[in-house]
């Protein structure tokens, strides 16, 4: 077991200061830990080397993991934490990642103990997700463990580890009570590897406890996972056949994905239950009260000008500190929109640009809380990618939505609040085109009376602020909606924004602002951009 060996007060690689435990498992501790130098939280995780590392050891394990990280970060976006640093120090392994906001799976069954049939299906159809996209690469995980496995609270889970496995001569680094035999055996492994871990996680979410359980030394607990039988599950109820399935000693017998994933799909189809227990909310609040007394600031955790906030959701920033900016954002990543929920479509019936929007434009929106998407969010994106415009590219975000966004366009900035969350696109540089897409957990019943009484105010604070025409109502995906369109600062910096802010349900809601330069808004690129930007978007 790995134990911490750093302080709170003393910085990991002289840059990392460790906040708050995260999860522990076998040989891994993660931390919530504040970069000191780039002022971000991030998720920083020791792993124990099985002995000594040479030289040699570390240079091949580090790159594994940063390789195999990025490849895997770029096929699931959002999906798959991205290592962003690894290195040795104190004779251990670690890899920092952008901060998740998210519960480790293996705090969650701490918990709760055992998980209803459903909701563990819908988890690992999740992970099925990745782990499919990394086996048609070529990627194995190899680590798979309730700690690598990261559940938001109203969306996709977030997948770690990729890259561990191999990265030193252990047949399993971490967890090895959910070691495949073959890692057991240390022989080759393959996909099915991951198989039986998924199937060891599926196992344990409906029992409340390992198919094997951890004997205190790797060797011993792997000697159980080669040598000892399978208690028979006993709460699985439609799940029992696929958890067997995957359990089989034999790699060669086990169920392939496709049969998984057709076993895991029939259960959601034939769910009786029409709610879910979410997830409790991460400790990750903690983790930035720690690191605003460690010396963050609001601008620092937020980011951002004065601009006034404009989105659906304004009214709340209103009530609740607000985030300041309205053309540039900062923070973490979040969770969010409910798998699920009423913004959820899949049958790409969403309407263009209304015919008076004749303009492109780059957005922004309001902060929120969390918003995170479905499984289907990942199939919708697919389905329509090969429709998209020339030059045109879909970007799915870890947040729980995805766009399609112009060639050279790219996340520029992301703002979080307690109750809503940002993320603004464009070219960046001098180029003052911008998409803002805001998601909002506490929006008011009418999005006309949030523009005109909540938005409009701070607007016109503005230098040169002037609004085109009149706030409309309109439906956007089904859902009810209002656009505003307006002029804003002055000289060469004078952009022209619309803005459609919809709503969920239950306060949920989203917000696109696009904006581009006022000389500009009549250009035909712009035009295609604003179009394809409603047209795509998708939770």
């Known amino acids: 077991m790995v134990k911490a060996h750093v302080s709170a007060q003393e910085l990991v690689a002289g840059r990392y200061r460790l906040l708050e435990v995260a999860d522990r498992e076998p040989n891994r501790v993660s931390w919530y830990a504040e ?12 792993i124990a080397f099985p002995e000594a590392p040479t030289e040699d050891t570390v240079r091949r394990a580090t790159a594994r993991i940063l390789r195999s990280s990025e490849v895997m970060s770029a096929l699931r976006p959002g999906r798959v934490a991205m290592v962003i640093d690894a290195f040795e120090e104190a004779g251990a392994l670690w890899t920092v990642t952008e901060l998740i906001d998210g519960t480790p799976l293996s705090e969650l069954l701490a918990q709760q103990a055992t998980f209803t049939y459903v909701r563990a299906a819908r988890i690992a159809l999740e992970v099925l997700d990745v782990l499919e996209a990394a086996h048609a690469d070529g990627y194995t995980h190899g680590e798979l463990s309730p700690g690598q496995i990261f559940v938001r609270d109203r969306g996709p889970v977030v997948v770690t580890g990729f890259g561990l496995a191999g990265a030193t001569l252990a047949p399993r680094v971490t967890a090895p009570s959910y070691a495949s035999p073959e890692q057991a055996r240390d022989e080759r492994i393959g996909p099915a590897a991951d198989l039986w871990a998924l199937g060891a996680i599926l ?33 699985a109820g439609p799940l029992t056949q696929v958890v067997q399935g995957l359990l089989r000693k034999n790699s060669r017998e086990r169920l392939s994905r496709a049969v998984v994933r057709q076993a895991l799909t029939r ?66 990543p979040s969770a969010s929109a409910t798998a699920g ?66 060639q050279g366009w790219k996340r520029l900035d992301t703002a979080r609040d307690d109750v809503a969350y940002r993320v603004t696109f464009g070219p960046g540089g001098d180029d003052l085109r911008t998409l803002a897409v805001t998601y909002s957990t506490q929006a008011g019943p009418d999005p006309v009376a949030i523009w005109r009484d909540d938005v409009e105010p701070g607007l016109a604070k503005l230098d040169g602020y002037q609004r085109v025409g009149e706030i409309e109502a309109t439906t956007y ?11 804003s600062g002055t000289g060469a910096d004078r952009v022209h924004t619309f803005g459609r802010g919809f709503l969920l349900g239950g306060g949920r809601s989203f917000s696109l602002r696009i904006t581009a330069p006022a000389a500009d808004w009549d250009g035909a690129a712009d035009k295609l951009a604003m179009k394809t930007f409603l047209e795509t978007f998708r939770t």
Do not use: C
Not at 35 to 46: G, M, S
């Open 477 to 487: 995906q089904g859902h009810k909606a209002a656009d505003m369109e307006w002029l």
């Open 203 to 235: 196992y344990t979410m409906v029992e409340g406890r390992p198919p094997f359980r951890d004997r205190g030394k790797a060797d011993a607990t792997l000697k159980g996972v080669d040598r000892l039988p399978l208690r028979t599950p006993l709460r």
């Open 267 to 332: 259960v959601l189809d034939e769910d009786p239950e029409t709610t879910e227990q979410p997830a409790p909310v991460s400790r990750l609040r903690g983790a930035y009260v720690a690191a605003r007394a460690s010396g963050w600031s609001r601008t620092t955790m937020i980011g951002g000008t004065a601009l006034a906030v404009v989105t659906v959701s304004v009214a709340v920033l209103a009530a609740t500190q607000g985030l300041p900016g309205a053309a540039t954002a900062g923070s973490a």
């Open 35 to 46: 970069d000191v130098q780039a002022e971000r939280p991030r998720l920083v995780t020791e």
């Open 341 to 406: 929920a009423p913004g959820n479509r899949t049958d790409g019936n969403v309407p263009s640009a209304s015919p008076s929007r004749t303009a492109p434009s780059s957005s922004t929106a309001s902060a929120s809380a969390s918003a995170s998407a479905s499984a289907s969010a990942s199939a919708t994106a697919t389905a329509t990618a090969g429709a998209l415009p020339a030059g045109f590219h879909r970007y799915t975000a870890p947040e729980g939505f995805s766009v399609a966004l112009p």
